[in-house]
């Protein structure tokens, strides 16, 4: 795991990350908390957006700023997309890589705000990408799963690397037992 000031960051491999998060019912003190600790986290780590999952509170919850300041979109869900828009993505749950998605480039999201009031935001490119990025979170799914077959081996390989403490470039750890 990962820490930053407020919360800390789940990673790649933790179980929390693949579980699809719950809507929140009421909207209360402890809701606000757990929103003000998450933009301070998502700050920190330095990121643009920040799913409730990644900090293991399965709620249906996150924050992002894209340059307006932080916002908070509580049970979202995407209801419209169209186009494809190609772009290096990455994510603070499998820090340091990022790889080249493609997504849709407009969508349509509804949810509510902290105050409790119904939000609908068309948004295109980074705006667009981060909703469906942290939506996918929301959803249990990590970005790893959005990438081509490909992409997707050599992101298991770096990650396994991590995991287990090798070198990406000796993957089953095996190259010691020849050099000796």
């Known amino acids: 795991m990962r820490c930053v000031p407020g919360l800390t960051i789940r990673q790649y491999g933790d179980p929390v990350l693949k579980e699809?998060?719950?809507d929140v019912e009421d909207i209360d003190g402890a809701v606000a908390s757990?929103?003000?600790?998450?933009i301070e986290t998502m700050y920190a780590a330095p990121g643009m957006g920040l799913a409730a999952n990644q900090v293991g509170v399965q709620r249906r919850i996150f924050v992002y700023d894209v340059g307006?300041?932080?916002?908070?979109?509580i049970n979202p869900s995407i209801v419209e997309s169209d186009g494809e828009w190609v772009f290096d993505e990455g994510?603070?749950?499998?820090?340091?890589?990022?790889w080249e998605i493609v997504r849709p480039n407009a969508v349509h999201l509804?949810?509510?705000d902290l105050d409790g009031n119904e939000v609908s935001i068309e948004a295109t490119e980074l705006e667009g990408r981060v909703f469906q990025h942290e939506l996918?979170?929301?959803?249990?799914i990590l970005l790893v799963e959005r990438l081509n077959e490909d992409q997707r081996k050599e992101?298991?390989?770096?990650?396994?690397s991590r995991t287990l403490d090798i070198s990406p470039s000796d993957p089953d750890g095996l190259s010691n037992l020849f050099s000796l």
């Open 110 to 112: 509804v949810g509510v």
């Open 155 to 160: 992101a298991l390989k770096i990650l396994r």
């Open 20 to 22: 699809r998060a719950r």
């Open 68 to 73: 307006e300041g932080a916002r908070t979109i």
């Open 34 to 38: 757990l929103v003000d600790a998450m």
């Open 91 to 98: 994510c603070l749950s499998v820090p340091g890589l990022s």
């Open 136 to 140: 996918d979170h929301l959803n249990g």
